[in-house]
Structures are given as C-alpha cells and as structure tokens.
C-alpha cells in the first residue's frame, strides 16, 4: 500500500505557477508533511514542511485541507533551474517510523 | 554549520567484491538513515540508525549493512557485490526521529562491474 501518491510528471513554463498535489490517505494524526527537491546526482533538498492549513517560505507554499488527505505544494513564478523531481513524505509515524519516499513528481520547466 | 558529508563521492567495484560507504551527519543530529537509489526507482529506504542501534530497515538482503559510531557517524557496508548494486546511495540525518526534515549528502555514485 503506498504511502503516498504524486503525478509522476508536469510540464510548465518560465514564470508560471505549478501547483502539485500528494494524496496520503492514511496519515496519522502526529505525520507532517515534507517536500523536497532533487536534482541528478545529487541528493533531495528539503523545501517546506507543514501540519495544517498553509504554510508559505521564500521558495514555495504548502496548502493542506482540513482532513489533511492530501497536500499541494505551490511553486511561483517558475524557472529553468526549477526542473527537478519533488517528493512529498509523509511522516513515518504509522509506519514504525519508517521514512518511505514515493515515486516523485518529474518537473519540466520548458521557456 | 557543515552539511551532511558522504565519502566517497564516487567508486568503482567489481562484482563479488565489498564496498564501504561513509557518512558524517550534521553536528547534533543522531538520526542516520541511508537509501539506495537508481534510475527510475526511486529512492528506496535502506535502514536507519539513532544512538548507535538499528532502528528501522527496509527490503534489502542481508548483504547490505551498516552501523554507527558514538559520534552519529555512520558507515554503510554491501558485501558480494553484484551488479544491481550500482546505484547512488544517500545518506541524510535529521536531529531526532520526530521529525520529518531530512538532511541529505550527496551521495555516493558506486558503479560494479
């Protein structure tokens, strides 16, 4: 059963908003949610964390719903260093706190 | 502050041998987890270690191993290599096991031919 679930892939422009969503059904009531950015060859780089409603850093925004089921994580006004692969995680505390990454988002920024 | 360090940054092994993979956490942070990723797989969890004991460990042979020192550091060890091992394997750290922010190195590129 996955954790989590994320398109495996989007396609934008330079200077666009990219919205991308994560569905985590089964998150505990104590799970945050972490986005992070990965680059080839390289390793993730965390980008926002949130427990509820939204949560805005210089970078990105988070928006949660009420029941928490799922999560977007907004991008403004992307750009070409901007393509990467995002993954959502969701806190391992129903899981033996196990930190199980899903398959990721592949972003393509095109100008 | 120093980020996370992986040493090497890349290797090259021939099958049957053994590889020894180093990381040094940032400084306070006991929690060392280490995934193994390659093309199209994603990043697959390898096991992890807070205070010098194996906490959680995912889906991998016994074959592959690890461990961690009284500092946080932490060694990864993949014995009889085959040439599915070829991967990048990462190691992050985060301060405890509460939290979900992960700090990445970047990561060792092991090649077996």
């Known amino acids: 059963l996955a954790k989590t679930t994320q398109p495996i892939s989007m396609d934008s422009y330079e200077g666009q908003e990219v919205n991308i969503t994560c569905s985590h059904n089964?998150?505990?009531?104590?799970?945050?949610i972490t986005w992070y950015q990965q680059f080839p060859s390289q390793g993730p780089r965390f980008i926002i964390q949130?427990?509820?409603t939204k949560v805005t850093n210089e970078v990105a925004s988070l928006f949660i719903p009420a029941d928490r089921k799922s999560s977007t994580l907004s991008l403004p006004r992307v750009s070409l260093s901007d393509t990467a692969v995002y993954y959502c995680?969701?806190?391992?505390?129903?899981?033996?706190?196990?930190?199980?990454f899903g398959a990721g988002t592949i972003l393509r920024v095109k100008s | 502050k120093a980020g996370v360090t992986q040493t090497p940054r890349y290797l090259i092994k021939t099958r049957g041998q053994q590889v020894t993979l180093s990381c040094s956490p940032i400084?306070?942070?006991?929690?060392v987890s280490w995934y193994q990723q390659t093309p199209g797989q994603g990043l697959q969890f390898l096991f992890e270690?807070?205070?010098?004991?194996?906490?959680n460990k995912g889906n991998f042979p016994g074959r592959f191993s690890g461990r961690q020192f009284s500092n946080s550091r932490s060694e990864m060890n993949v014995s009889t290599l085959e040439l599915g091992d070829s991967a990048l394997y990462l190691c992050?750290?985060?301060?405890?096991?509460?939290?979900?922010?992960?700090?990445f190195g970047s990561g060792t590129q092991l090649s077996v031919l």
């Open positions: 400084s306070g942070h006991r929690s």
């Open positions: 089964n998150i505990a009531t104590n799970d945050y």
């Open positions: 995680l969701v806190g391992g505390h129903k899981y033996g706190n196990k930190l199980v």
């Open positions: 949130g427990y509820k």
């Open positions: 270690y807070f205070s010098e004991t194996q906490r």
């Open positions: 992050a750290s985060r301060k405890d096991r509460q939290n979900e922010k992960l700090f």
